[in-house]
């Protein structure tokens, strides 16, 4: 009778210890650090090397956001995402921003200034999508039978490490839009098939999600 009795209390604390111990590992689990697969942002300084600039983290972000504000980041396709920002002393100037979620380096083929405006889409307070230059381009081209050819005035490769947020390029909004003064919302552009022509324009169902923008 003892024995079984003995056995019983040992079956109990072995139990008893066994749940502790996978509490402890799921509050463990529970506890660990959430950002630590997110991507960092990187420092971006024409004038310097690479060598010279701080590692990319906390630092980087806090001034690079502090020179062309906090980026509304699209989502990702295929393990990159792109974004945008304006900025915070010059709204009309827009940031186009890249986050490589991958576990590879990505090359990226910027091309000045229009590359910018491939990724978004503008809409105004009533949430009707805006035309572009280059759509209205593409459209008085479609009626005339001819076709648009997109200029880049300059290019270049930029490669991006494994979770990292860099900013690629800026451009005035005034190279792809004609505004008034009013606010805008700014949203990553709709896939079409081509530049000619794109669909017409027109009021969305809901308000979009994006960056929110006042020209003056």
């Excluded at 509050?27 to 942002?41: L, R, Y």
């Amino acid at each position: 009778m003892a024995k079984v009795l003995c056995s019983i209390l040992a079956v109990l604390l072995f139990s008893a210890i066994s749940g502790r111990s996978g509490q402890a590992r799921q509050q463990a689990s529970d506890q660990a650090d959430p950002k630590s697969g997110e991507s960092v942002v990187a420092c971006t300084d024409n004038s310097k090397k690479a060598s010279e600039l701080p590692p990319p983290g906390p630092q980087c972000a806090t001034e690079e956001f502090a020179k062309r504000g906090q980026p509304f980041m699209f989502p990702a396709h295929d393990g990159v995402a792109f974004g945008v920002s304006s900025g915070p002393d010059k709204p009309p100037t827009l940031y186009l921003w890249t986050d490589n979620r991958t576990e590879k380096d990505v090359d990226l083929l910027i091309c000045c200034v229009s590359t910018l405006f491939e990724h978004i889409d503008i809409y105004d307070s009533a949430g009707v999508r805006l035309l572009s230059k280059l759509d209205r381009a593409a459209r008085k081209a479609g009626w005339d039978g001819k076709v648009v050819v997109e200029e880049c005035t300059c290019s270049g490769w930029v490669l991006v490490p494994p979770h990292t947020i860099k900013f690629l390029e800026s451009a005035d909004i005034s190279d792809g839009y004609v505004l008034s003064s009013g606010r805008y919302i700014i949203t990553e552009r709709a896939p079409s098939s081509g530049l000619n022509p794109r669909p017409e324009a027109q009021a969305a169902a809901s308000a979009p999600s994006g960056l929110a923008i006042s020209i003056p």
